[in-house]
Nanobody, 121 residues
Framework: VQLQASGGGLVQAGGSLRLSCAAS????????MGWFRQAPGKEREFVAS????????YYADSVKGRFTISRDNAKNTVYLQMNSLKSEDTAVYYC???????????????WGQGTQVTVSS
């Protein structure tokens, strides 16, 4: 599975962005998908995940209520809708795919290249 993240950019605090992660390869619909982010000088952290069925999404407390993860298996794409953005959301965002659910990086087998999100205050 190859993953290509896009949709990052510069946005003012309080604004919105939608990230996309396009997957190539077979059996995309069987993978759990996740989003992680890494801010400058910090470790990469879990943001959100979604199972292959699209149900039972899971979020980090820092983004709960503001971010929404979704997927379209017909398009082999997972999305991260980010609303009410804050300066602390500034980071490189990565999508990932794995055979099982998890919040740890090691759970995921495939990673996209990352897309930069910058939130100005």
């Amino acid at each position: 599975v190859q993953l290509q993240a896009s949709g990052g950019g510069l946005v003012q605090a309080g604004g919105s962005l939608r990230l996309s992660c396009a997957a190539s390869g077979r059996a995309f619909s069987r993978y759990y998908m996740g989003w992680f982010r890494q801010a400058p000088g910090k470790e990469r952290e879990f943001v959100a995940s979604i199972p292959w069925s699209g149900g039972s999404t899971y979020y980090a407390d820092s983004v709960k209520g503001r971010f929404t993860i979704s997927r379209d298996n017909a398009k082999n794409t997972v999305y991260l809708q980010m609303n009410s953005l804050k300066s602390e959301d500034t980071a490189v965002y990565y999508c990932a795919a794995g055979a099982r659910f998890g919040v740890l990086e090691g759970t995921y087998d495939y990673w996209g290249q990352g897309t930069q999100v910058t939130v100005s205050s």
